[in-house]
């Protein structure tokens, strides 16, 4: 994600993949095989067996897709976290001081029971799931990654919405000692996003609490984000402690950072230009050449119908 920094930014400030990966390059030079060992044995095996490369991710089950995982070097060494820096390399540096236990999350709002959980409490009751998804960034990188997590709607299941609860915000942990960049005004902290009831019922919507079998890593948003795998990453927050019911749409943080680039709906659309560069073409992190970015992120299929009516020109 980029903010807006009076004028237009260069692109060359938007694409540091190229920085990044020359770097990856020298690091394992210097330390041989050593980034390899990070991918658990039993998911490299699922990665060979997984590559229907170019075929557009239809998947078997309707919900994953089967293409070649993304290195576990790349998911967490290569993020978006701007608590922790603006940098793609940052996160992984600077998360670390994030104390992710004990941690609660509330939930309050439009609901019959509301309620503030433990950590733990919260996901137990839920079946937590494998599932491989695209993340899509409007930055038009992408990546594959298998989540673990449960669907949202179980959650919402448990406290009940009442008739006026219309969207759901969510807010990550605010505090300034463990989260560096909310000393500074880069984004009106902390971070909100926002879905509409039915898209956060839907059964793509995922509450993650980890991803290639282990829990997250602190800069892919510990110990508790959402994927939306359909949306641009930027709706997919982090390190999430809060979640409010409510009637009227949220005003989120990227919205407010950059109204006329980042929308409340943020579906994955590849015929609506973002002011400052195209959104036809993307680059799938550990390759170099582009490839289309489908419609919805390739789901289409599952959730095009929940905008039926919508001009999504108009609703970006
Ligand atoms: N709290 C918080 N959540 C966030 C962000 C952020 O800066 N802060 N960045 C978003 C963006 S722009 C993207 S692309 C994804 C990146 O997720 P990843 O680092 O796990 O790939 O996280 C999203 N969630
Ligand atoms: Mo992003």
């Given at each position: 994600?980029?903010?807006?920094?009076?004028?237009?930014?260069?692109?060359?400030?938007?694409?540091p993949y190229?920085t990044y990966l020359?770097?990856?390059?020298?690091?394992?030079?210097?330390?041989?095989?050593?980034?390899?060992?990070?991918?658990?044995?039993?998911?490299?095996?699922?990665?060979?067996?997984?590559?229907?490369?170019?075929?557009?991710?239809?998947?078997?089950?309707?919900?994953?897709?089967?293409?070649?995982?993304?290195?576990?070097?790349?998911?967490?060494?290569y993020?978006?976290?701007?608590?922790?820096?603006?940098?793609k390399?940052?996160?992984?540096?600077?998360?670390?001081?994030?104390?992710?236990?004990?941690?609660?999350?509330?939930?309050?709002?439009?609901?019959?029971?509301?309620?503030?959980?433990?950590?733990?409490?919260?996901?137990?009751?839920?079946?937590?799931?494998?599932?491989?998804?695209?993340?899509?960034?409007?930055?038009?990188?992408?990546?594959?990654?298998?989540?673990?997590?449960?669907?949202?709607?179980?959650?919402?299941?448990?406290?009940?919405?009442?008739?006026?609860?219309?969207?759901?915000?969510?807010?990550?942990?605010?505090?300034?000692?463990?989260?560096?960049?909310?000393?500074?005004?880069?984004?009106?902290?902390?971070?909100?996003?926002?879905?509409?009831?039915?898209?956060?019922?839907?059964?793509?919507?995922?509450?993650?609490?980890?991803?290639?079998?282990?829990?997250?890593?602190?800069?892919?948003?510990?110990?508790?984000?959402?994927?939306?795998?359909?949306?641009?990453?930027?709706?997919?927050?982090?390190?999430?402690?809060?979640?409010?019911?409510?009637?009227?749409?949220?005003?989120?943080?990227?919205?407010?950072?950059?109204?006329?680039?980042?929308?409340?709906?943020?579906?994955?659309?590849?015929?609506?230009?973002?002011?400052?560069?195209?959104?036809?073409?993307?680059?799938?992190?550990?390759?170099?050449?582009?490839?289309?970015?489908?419609?919805?992120?390739?789901?289409?299929?599952?959730?095009?119908?929940?905008?039926?009516?919508?001009?999504?020109?108009?609703?970006?």
């Amino acid at each position: 994600m980029l903010i807006r920094r009076g004028r237009d930014v260069p692109s060359s400030e938007i694409t540091p993949y190229e920085t990044y990966l020359d770097r990856r390059r020298f690091l394992r030079t210097a330390a041989v095989g050593a980034a390899a060992a990070l991918v658990p044995g039993s998911l490299a095996a699922c990665n060979e067996a997984g590559g229907n490369e170019g075929a557009g991710g239809e998947s078997t089950s309707g919900e994953a897709v089967q293409e070649e995982l993304t290195p576990y070097e790349h998911v967490t060494g290569y993020n978006n976290f701007y608590e922790f820096g603006t940098g793609k390399e940052d996160p992984a540096r600077n998360a670390h001081t994030l104390v992710t236990r004990p941690w609660s999350v509330a939930v309050e709002g439009h609901v019959a029971k509301p309620a503030v959980y433990d950590l733990e409490d919260f996901i137990a009751p839920h079946k937590l799931e494998d599932r491989t998804y695209r993340l899509r960034c409007v930055e038009a990188w992408s990546m594959v990654i298998p989540w673990r997590g449960f669907p949202l709607r179980d959650l919402i299941a448990r406290v009940e919405p009442t008739a006026s609860a219309k969207f759901i915000e969510f807010f990550t942990l605010l505090d300034p000692a463990q989260m560096p960049l909310q000393r500074t005004g880069i984004l009106d902290w902390p971070y909100n996003e926002g879905l509409r009831l039915d898209e956060a019922m839907h059964p793509l919507t995922l509450m993650v609490t980890g991803l290639y079998g282990k829990d997250l890593p602190n800069q892919n948003g510990a110990p508790l984000r959402l994927i939306v795998p359909w949306k641009y990453g930027f709706k997919s927050i982090k390190s999430i402690v809060r979640m409010r019911f409510v009637e009227e749409m949220p005003r989120t943080a990227w919205m407010k950072a950059g109204p006329t680039e980042y929308g409340f709906y943020a579906n994955v659309n590849p015929d609506v230009d973002h002011p400052r560069w195209n959104q036809d073409k993307e680059r799938r992190i550990g390759e170099f050449r582009r490839r289309d970015t489908l419609m919805f992120n390739g789901y289409a299929d599952q959730v095009a119908s929940l905008y039926t009516g919508m001009d999504l020109r108009r609703n970006f």
